[in-house]
């Protein structure tokens, strides 16, 4: 992660080819895991090509299913939750890197936007993995666990910004895998 300072403002940047590496070797690495523990909770685990293509289906289903999730509820949250205008918030895909982020060019402060994070985080990874062990479903824990891991770079981001006041402003350059904290709090959001 690099850290640039510009007068009362400080641009926090995750580095992108390595957090999409940390995040694949993340993403098997629970898979493993919430697999050996469903195991060992349920002990049941048998193959079938039938039960695969079923599995694959499935997988792929919750996959999006907790995107569009995370999404709504960040947008939900930023609106509600943040008091940002409806119209400062935009839902984007960028195909070529695989991203799909809510986004607002308000700022809003620090506090705000790492509850923003955690909150969709803790219904759409959190919740999804409890059921998933729940009820013994493989394909929700692997879902679970590519979703999980797809957060890292929202962690590490929030590692990052807890070294400044919850009150100081923050904007987050989601393409760019970027947030801009404004030490300044006399500027106020947008």
Same mark, same amino acid.
């Given at each position: 992660?690099?850290?640039?300072?510009?007068?009362?403002?400080?641009?926090?940047?995750?580095?992108?080819?390595?957090?999409?590496?940390?995040?694949?070797?993340?993403?098997?690495?629970?898979?493993?895991?919430?697999?050996?523990?469903?195991?060992?909770?349920?002990?049941?685990?048998?193959?079938?090509? =039938?039960?695969?293509?079923?599995?694959?289906?499935?997988?792929?289903?919750?996959?999006?299913?907790?995107?569009?999730?995370?999404?709504?509820?960040?947008?939900?949250?930023? &609106?509600?939750?943040?008091?940002?205008? &409806?119209?400062?918030?935009?839902?984007?895909?960028?195909?070529?890197?695989? =991203?799909?982020?809510?986004?607002?060019?308000?700022?809003?402060?620090?506090?705000?936007?790492?509850?923003?994070?955690?909150?969709?985080?803790?219904?759409?990874?959190?919740?999804?993995?409890?059921?998933?062990?729940?009820?013994?479903?493989?394909?929700?824990?692997?879902?679970?666990?590519?979703?999980?891991?797809?957060?890292?770079?929202?962690?590490?981001?929030?590692?990052?910004?807890?070294?400044?006041?919850?009150?100081?402003?923050?904007?987050?350059?989601?393409?760019?895998?970027?947030?801009?904290?404004? =030490?300044?709090?006399?500027?106020?959001?947008?």
């Amino acid at each position: 992660m690099k850290s640039a300072m510009t007068n009362n403002v400080k641009i926090i940047t995750i580095d992108e080819k390595k957090i999409i590496k940390q995040t694949i070797i993340l993403t098997i690495l629970l898979s493993i895991l919430f697999t050996g523990i469903n195991y060992y909770l349920h002990r049941d685990l048998s193959f079938s090509i =039938l039960r695969f293509i079923f599995g694959a289906a499935i997988y792929l289903i919750v996959s999006l299913a907790l995107v569009i999730a995370n999404e709504v509820l960040n947008i939900f949250i930023y &609106r509600y939750r943040c008091k940002v205008a &409806r119209e400062s918030i935009s839902l984007s895909i960028n195909l070529e890197k695989g =991203l799909i982020y809510t986004k607002t060019t308000e700022k809003i402060k620090n506090g705000q936007y790492q509850s923003v994070f955690l909150t969709s985080f803790s219904f759409t990874g959190v919740l999804p993995l409890a059921f998933g062990f729940a009820v013994g479903s493989y394909p929700l824990l692997l879902a679970s666990a590519s979703f999980i891991a797809g957060g890292l770079a929202n962690f590490k981001g929030i590692n990052k910004l807890r070294k400044f006041p919850d009150e100081c402003l923050v904007q987050d350059i989601p393409e760019n895998f970027s947030v801009i904290v404004y =030490l300044d709090n006399e500027e106020k959001p947008s």
